[in-house]
C-alpha cells in the first residue's frame, strides 16, 4: 500500500464513520483501514447475490433449517447460480376455491435474478 492508497483508505474509513455516527451506530476505533479502492475486486450482481443466498443459508441452518431442506434450493438452469426463495404457498380450505395439492403439503417458489429470470417450483408434501 503507497502512501497516496494509504490515505485514501483512511479518508474512505473517516466518510464511513461520519455516516455511521450521524445514524448513532458505535465504532470501533481500533479497527484498521481496509484495502482502497484500487486494491477491491468489483462484484457482479450474480457474484453478490449469490454470496447474499450463501450468509442467508447459513442463517437459517444455524436457525435450525435441516440439511435436506437445505440441499433442495434449486440452481437456475441458464447461470447455475442458487435461486432465491420468493414465496411458499400453501392449499386453500375449500378444494373447489382454492389451491389444491392433493390433500396435503406445501409448494416453495424460487426465482433467479440473473437475465434470463427463470423460476422453480418445488412441491413438498
Ligand atoms: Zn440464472
Given at each position: 500500500m503507497d502512501q497516496k492508497n494509504s490515505q485514501e483508505a483512511v479518508q474512505r474509513r473517516a466518510r464511513s464513520e461520519a455516516v455511521l455516527r450521524a445514524d448513532g451506530v458505535p465504532i470501533n476505533q481500533y479497527l484498521p483501514v481496509i484495502e482502497t479502492e484500487d486494491e477491491t475486486k468489483r462484484r457482479s450482481k450474480a457474484e453478490i447475490s449469490q454470496r447474499a443466498l450463501c450468509v442467508l443459508l447459513a442463517a437459517v441452518k444455524g436457525e435450525g433449517l435441516e440439511q435436506p431442506v437445505v440441499e433442495r434450493i434449486p440452481v437456475c438452469d441458464s447461470c447455475n447460480n442458487p435461486m432465491s426463495f420468493v414465496a411458499q404457498l400453501e392449499q386453500g380450505p375449500d378444494w373447489t376455491t382454492a389451491m389444491n395439492f392433493g390433500g396435503g403439503g406445501c409448494a416453495y417458489v424460487y426465482r433467479c435474478t440473473?437475465?434470463?429470470?427463470q423460476a422453480k417450483m418445488l412441491w413438498q408434501c
Amino acid at each position: 500500500m503507497d502512501q497516496k492508497n494509504s490515505q485514501e483508505a483512511v479518508q474512505r474509513r473517516a466518510r464511513s464513520e461520519a455516516v455511521l455516527r450521524a445514524d448513532g451506530v458505535p465504532i470501533n476505533q481500533y479497527l484498521p483501514v481496509i484495502e482502497t479502492e484500487d486494491e477491491t475486486k468489483r462484484r457482479s450482481k450474480a457474484e453478490i447475490s449469490q454470496r447474499a443466498l450463501c450468509v442467508l443459508l447459513a442463517a437459517v441452518k444455524g436457525e435450525g433449517l435441516e440439511q435436506p431442506v437445505v440441499e433442495r434450493i434449486p440452481v437456475c438452469d441458464s447461470c447455475n447460480n442458487p435461486m432465491s426463495f420468493v414465496a411458499q404457498l400453501e392449499q386453500g380450505p375449500d378444494w373447489t376455491t382454492a389451491m389444491n395439492f392433493g390433500g396435503g403439503g406445501c409448494a416453495y417458489v424460487y426465482r433467479c435474478t440473473c437475465r434470463t429470470h427463470q423460476a422453480k417450483m418445488l412441491w413438498q408434501c
